[in-house]
C-alpha cells in the first residue's frame, strides 16, 4: 500500500535535546535504509518503483533531483519525498555527492523499471 506524502512526512521526528537534537525518520517498522554516493558529473536511470515509496534526505550539496515534471536543486538537509510510480532521477551537477534513502515498502532492486538510462540499462 503507497503511503502518501503527507503520512511519509508524518514520520519525521525532530526531538530537542540538552545537547542539540535529533531527527528520526522511522521508528520499528520495517524500511531499508542506505547512503546513495553519486561520483561527479554521473547519474542514476530515470526510473519507477511500483512496489515501494521513498524519503530522500541530502547530505551534501552539488546534487540534482528530477521528480516527475520538476527539477529541484537541493541543498543539503532538504527532504524530498518520492512516491512509488512517480518517475524519479538523481545526478550530480559537478561534486560527488550523498542521498540518505528510506524506502518503505518492499525495497527490491528489481522493482526498477528504467525509461533513461546513460549506461544502457534496461
Known sequence: MSLSENNIRKKIIQDIRPWGN???????EECTVKILTVE??????????????ELWVI???????????????????????????SKHRLSSTGKKGKVLEISFGYADENDIERFEDIYGRE
Not at 22 to 28: I, P, S, T, V
Not at 40 to 53: A, E, G, Y
Not at 63 to 85: A, M, Q, T
Open 22 to 28: 535529533f531527527k528520526r525518520y522511522a521508528h520499528n
Open 40 to 53: 561527479p558529473n554521473q547519474m542514476l536511470s530515470k526510473q519507477v518503483h511500483k512496489k515501494r515509496d
Open 59 to 85: 547530505l551534501d550539496e552539488g546534487l540534482r533531483v528530477e521528480l516527475d515534471d520538476k527539477i529541484i536543486d537541493p541543498k543539503p538537509g532538504d527532504e524530498i519525498v518520492i512516491l512509488r510510480n
